[in-house]
């Protein structure tokens, strides 16, 4: 008997090329053929790229000079914020104008050819890859940029142009380089602690264990606090508020936090180190502060160090005394900034009392 090979017979059946499926011939477009048509083609595309310019600097314009809470009529919509409508407006002309004027420019000015392409081993062979830098080379020139300069630099404007309305909104949002606010309070010795929101002061006598009172500084409070003007007094707002609780002075752990308190009453930034959040939450039982944002916890017998939860620096501790009319005030400001950290936080030179 016999042994038959089954393995089939390798049949070569790829054909050079595959038929024309039915292509139908190619014609020229009018811009090949008629160089008055590819310079009014090119005179378009140029419009097109202008348009997308305008419109981001128009939006740049609009960003600065509308003030953000104008609102205005639009027949068939209603009342709406203009600030907002004419951003959206401008920054969808500077798209508009870069999207249309690329695919104008290609339907019209860049090449127009069919090739076909042999299939190949994928590393490419010395001839194939001058034949790539021939075909770039050829792209190129029929991109005719070369030729047509307005095109080239229009479409840089353009673009170049475009990147600002995404840049400067986000670098302008960050808001004024922070310079001493960040630093100091409006806490100064001899302030008075008022109840926030009344602008009452409070007598040492009137804190019992156990009670919380939630405090600014005198004149950035209450009928005095209208007197300012209202970004000053929003900033205070942001930097000044205090909460204030009386301890047991014997569970009080820490020998400074008794130095710079009265009898077991202590006052401490209410501004979370974490983010900035009001800690203004106050257990009794356990003397620990919780910050609602994101649920730092701080432990007010062992000076405002964090016990749970993402900030990393104790509660800044508010120095205070009593006056002659009994009333609590600050002894001094503020001996480190309150809040979260921020660069430059402990360049030497700049908390109080650092004389490096
Ligand atoms: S801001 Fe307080 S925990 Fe995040």
Redo the contacts with the bound molecule.
Sequence with gaps: MSTTDHTPAVVDSTPDRFPNPGLPPHRPRRADVDERAARRATLQVVTMFTLSALGSIAFLVAYYVIDPQTRGTIIGIGRINLFHAVLGVTMGISLLGIGLGAVHWARTLMPDEEVSEDRHPPAASEEDKQAVARQLSHGWRGSQLNRRSAILGSAGGALGLFALPLVVPVLAGLGPRPRGELYETNWQSGMRLMIDPSGAPIRAADVTQGSVFHVMPEGFVGAAAHELDPEEMMISKGKDQIILVRLDPAKIKSQKQRDWGVDGIVAYSKV??????P?ALYEQNTHHLL??????TFDMTDDCKVIF???KRPLPQLPITVDDEGYIVAADGFREPVG?SFFERNRPGLLKGDDA
């Design positions: 979370c180190t974490h983010v900035g959040c800690v910050c609602p944002c994101h649920q730092s939860g993402p900030a979260p």
